[in-house]
């Protein structure tokens, strides 16, 4: 049986899937607009990134709400990179003072939402539940 916890991580996760697509689809409609607002990121890697982000959570929900092994493990290192490449696109393109201002918030959040993914998935209780 599944914990709740998984279950809930893999509601979250597919959410975040979901709001990733949402995203990469928003950018494809309105692709001629981006390209002419000044932005500090291109907007093809901005579609793109959303895309690679909501298919890879994708997988990751299926792979939570199953409890395969790899859905737990990739889940651990994706969320991760998820965080640290909000932090590089954050540092590297952000040019606003609302970005400077909030970044201790951003930080916190980042912090609380990895340590709330690593605890769950790293429970014994909620190992033990996944098989490979």
């Known amino acids: 049986m599944r914990?709740?916890?998984?279950?809930?991580?893999?509601l979250a996760?597919?959410?975040?899937?979901?709001?990733?697509?949402?995203?990469?689809v928003?950018?494809?409609?309105?692709?001629?607009?981006?390209?002419s607002l000044p932005l500090s990121?291109?907007?093809l890697y901005l579609i793109l990134t959303r895309a690679l982000w909501g298919l890879a959570f994708a997988a990751l929900g299926v792979?939570?709400?199953r409890l395969k092994h790899w859905g737990r493990v990739?889940?651990?290192?994706?969320f991760s990179l998820y965080v640290l490449h909000g932090w590089f696109n954050r540092l590297a393109f952000a040019r606003s003072d609302f970005s400077r201002v909030n970044m201790a918030w951003a930080w916190g959040v980042s912090l609380v939402s990895l340590a709330l993914?690593?605890?769950i998935l790293m429970r014994r209780k909620v190992r033990q539940s996944f098989h490979h």
């Open 63 to 65: 792979g939570l709400w």
């Open 41 to 43: 990121a291109p907007p």
């Open 26 to 35: 928003s950018g494809i409609q309105r692709y001629t607009f981006l390209t």
């Open 117 to 119: 993914v690593w605890g």
């Open 74 to 78: 990739g889940t651990l290192v994706v």
């Open 13 to 24: 996760v597919f959410c975040l899937s979901a709001f990733n697509l949402l995203g990469a």
């Open 3 to 10: 914990p709740r916890s998984v279950t809930l991580l893999a």
